[in-house]
């Protein structure tokens, strides 16, 4: 788009009134997003808020690395294997690390450092907003690293 604009300016073919407005319809970009109750969700929330920590010098207790990657990778093989019971129980354990790094991290925000509180705050406020959601919710949290995007459904409502 940039070198596209060089060009019309070196030709002269652009005015400075045409840019005086610019359109851009991102309406149909692909997001890298999951289905809002998906492992992958749980491990990326648990994985930021112990780096946020981390960074912020909040010691907590246990942060399930290996755990919870080994949980992510059986309950996908399990899924893949059509064993869907035990599929949903590593999700579950997932979530209730996710909830026990929420609830680790919440008690120990005295620790956290100044500069720092306002992120790890906001980042708390997803994991709670993700911990919570159900799968028929509305204005569920789709992505951890772009909070703000959103499900358009196609089709007839």
């Keep these: 788009m940039k070198q596209t604009l060089e060009i019309a300016r070196d030709w002269q073919l652009l ?11 991102t309406t149909l970009q ?13 491990f ?5 808020l112990v780096r946020q920590a981390v960074k912020s010098g909040i010691q907590i207790r246990q942060s399930y690395p290996r755990v919870a990657k080994g949980l992510l990778v ?5 899924a893949h294997a059509k064993q869907y019971g035990r599929a949903r129980r590593s999700q579950v354990l997932l979530r209730g690390i996710l909830g026990r790094l929420l609830r680790d991290i919440g008690r120990e925000m005295v620790q956290c450092k100044e500069s720092q509180k306002a992120a ?8 709670q907003r993700l911990w919570a959601q159900e799968r028929k919710d509305k ?9 703000h995007v959103e499900c358009i459904s ?3 409502s």
Excluded: C, I
Excluded at 15 to 25: F, G, P, Q, T
Excluded at 74 to 78: K, V
Excluded at 139 to 147: A, F, I, M, R, T
């Design 74 to 78: 059986s309950q996908s093989r399990y």
């Design 154 to 156: 196609g089709g007839v």
């Design 15 to 25: 005015k400075r009134r045409d840019l005086a407005e610019v359109n851009v319809d």
């Design 120 to 127: 790890m705050e906001a980042l708390l406020a997803h994991g």
């Design 139 to 147: 204005n569920k949290l789709y992505s951890v690293h772009e909070p």
């Design 44 to 48: 990326k929330m648990s994985r930021a």
């Design 30 to 42: 692909p997001k890298a997003v999951a289905f809002p109750t998906d492992s992958w969700l749980y």
